[in-house]
């Protein structure tokens, strides 16, 4: 069974597993949506990780300032593996924006981080990329999230 919370410092989170270990998702992006209904059951590729951990989908928080950058989300991640869980180490696995919040903090904070999986990102965006992934924003911010969708593949 999912649960859904909020760490102390705001990070949103989406927690589910049996095992003795914990594991950190670092979602992707834009936005600070988690997984539920058909895109929880997509996450379902999990399952088979759950029997070993605890795993953690994760999010942005809200309403951050513009300029806020992928450093600064590896910095509240930082802050929640020091106040929720003693300051780990643990293993982690970003995937696609994720990714890239991943990377500053294996890099950043090395003593938080047992293992690293990058997945399905990059180290940073083309100008193509940044102009696909803010247009998505917008349209997901407008409510307009089958636009959204499709304006990933133009």
Not at 65 to 88: C, H, L, N
């Amino acid at each position: 069974m999912a649960v859904k919370g909020v760490f102390g410092n705001g990070v949103p989170y989406v927690r589910f597993g049996e095992g003795r270990r914990t594991l950190l998702v670092f979602s992707g992006g834009p936005g600070n949506s988690l997984p539920s209904g058909l895109t929880l059951r997509v996450f379902n590729q999990f399952k088979h990780l759950s029997k070993d951990y605890v795993i953690y989908m994760m999010s942005r928080k809200t309403g951050l300032p513009k300029g806020y950058t992928t450093q600064d989300m590896s910095e509240d991640y930082a802050t929640v593996i020091r106040d929720e869980f003693d300051g780990g180490p643990l293993d982690a696995m970003g995937m696609s924006y994720g990714g890239l919040i991943a990377q500053h903090l294996a890099a950043d904070h090395p003593e938080l981080i047992r293992r690293s999986v990058i997945a399905m990102a990059a180290y940073r965006l083309c100008d193509e990329g940044k102009k696909v992934d803010m247009s998505f924003a917008e349209l997901l911010s407008q409510g307009r999230r089958r636009a959204a969708f499709r304006s990933l593949s133009p």
